[in-house]
Nanobody, 122 residues
Framework: QVQLVESGGGLVQAGGSLRLLCAAS????????VGWFRQSPGKEREFVAA????????LYADSVKGRFTISKDYTKNTVYLQMNSLKPEETAAYYC???????????????WGQGTQVTVSS
């Protein structure tokens, strides 16, 4: 069972930056894809970005392209999400997830962390 632990959330002003971390207990075939999702109260959980442990090209939601960067560190089994130029409407709980299929669909991810809160003040 792959375990994922997020950290790095917090309060930031609009236009500011945060870096989220997702520490995985292990890297397996069934968890080769690591993604970030976010969910605001009353809204559906939405895809933000994804990366594969064994390949380099990431995947981003259109809304974050050019502002967010997903990266990985093999030695630490950790995936990062650098978020720049944050907007108040991006206030949400951010979740790390892992799965075996290269996808932005929530249903393709089998393992989920507990989430970390990001609050962007205006």
């Amino acid at each position: 069972q792959v375990q994922l632990v997020e950290s790095g959330g917090g309060l930031v002003q609009a236009g500011g930056s945060l870096r989220l971390l997702c520490a995985a207990s292990e890297r397996t075939f069934n968890s080769n894809v690591v993604g970030w999702f976010r969910q605001s109260p009353g809204k559906e959980r939405e895809f933000v970005a994804a990366i594969r442990w064994n390949l380099g090209t990431p995947l981003y939601a259109d809304s974050v392209k050019g502002r967010f960067t997903i990266s990985k560190d093999y030695t630490k089994n950790t995936v990062y999400l650098q978020m720049n130029s944050l907007k108040p409407e991006e206030t949400a709980a951010y979740y790390c997830a892992a799965g075996s299929r290269w996808s932005g669909e929530r249903k393709e991810y089998s393992y989920w962390g507990q989430g970390t809160q990001v609050t962007v003040s205006s």
